[in-house]
T-cell receptor
Framework: DQQVKQNSPSLSVQEGRISILNCDYT??????FLWYKKYPAEGPTFLIS?????DKNEDGRFTVFLNKSAKHLSLHIVPSQPGDSAVYFC???????????FGDGTTLTVKP | KAGVTQTPRYLIKTRGQQVTLSCSPI?????VSWYQQTPGQGLQFLFE???????NKGNFPGRFSGRQFSNSRSEMNVSTLELGDSALYLC?????????????FGPGTRLTVT
């Protein structure tokens, strides 16, 4: 049973537009959520996180929204830039229960 | 501060052999986790070590094992390799066991089993 799902394997947007990446989870015990970005031939890098006590966290062009009732989170990138083209992984877990569970990733392509 | 390093970066082995991968965490980080990434499977958690003790383990067969040394460096071993073990193996370090600590990943070791 996959506890963290990214249902869109890929997303393509035009430069300057908004990119919205989605993630669903099933475990109601998850209380911390993170997004990582991965370029080819590199390991994932931490992008932004949110705890379950918040419903929004913003860092520059990146905003993560959490809807606990729907068990859904999303990452908004505004405006999208070609350098944002990468695989984005959603991760979730419980603070007291070890390391995170990752989704399968969404490949974002930002076209110039 | 140097990042997480993994050696070797690429490895080709044949079925039945065993392999050992190495990971050096960021200085001061005591937690090291290992992940397997295969196409379409995301990042699958293998295990986590903290202070030379395995603290968490994912759903992988016993052929996958690891250890951590007193300097926090970690090794992962896979015995009796199978074709399905071909993957990118990622190591990640963090300061502590608190799940909220974001992890810092190394570039990975690309293992190909033929």
């Amino acid at each position: 049973d996959q506890q963290v799902k990214q249902n869109s394997p890929s997303l393509s947007v035009q430069e300057g537009r908004i990119s919205i990446l989605n993630c669903d989870y099933t475990n109601s015990m998850f209380d911390y959520f993170l997004w990582y970005k991965k370029y080819p031939a590199e390991g994932p890098t931490f992008l932004i996180s949110i705890s379950s006590i918040k419903d929004k966290n913003e860092d520059g062009r990146f905003t993560v929204f959490l809807n606990k009732s729907a068990k859904h989170l999303s990452l908004h990138i505004v405006p999208s830039q070609p350098g944002d083209s990468a695989v984005y992984f959603c991760a979730a877990g419980n603070t007291n229960a070890g390391k995170s569970t990752f989704g399968d990733g969404t490949t974002l392509t930002v076209k110039p | 501060k140097a990042g997480v390093t993994q050696t070797p970066r690429y490895l080709i082995k044949t079925r039945g052999q065993q392999v050992t991968l190495s990971c050096s965490p960021i200085s001061g980080h005591r937690s090291v986790s290992w992940y397997q990434q295969t196409p379409g499977q995301g990042l699958q958690f293998l295990f986590e070590y903290f202070s030379e003790t395995q603290r968490n383990k994912g759903n992988f067969p016993g052929r996958f094992s690891g250890r951590q040394f007193s300097n926090s460096r970690s090794e992962m071993n896979v015995s009796t390799l199978e074709l399905g073990d071909s993957a990118l193996y990622l190591c990640a370090s963090s300061f502590g066991l608190d799940w909220g600590n974001e992890q810092y990943f190394g570039p990975g070791t690309r293992l190909t089993v033929t």
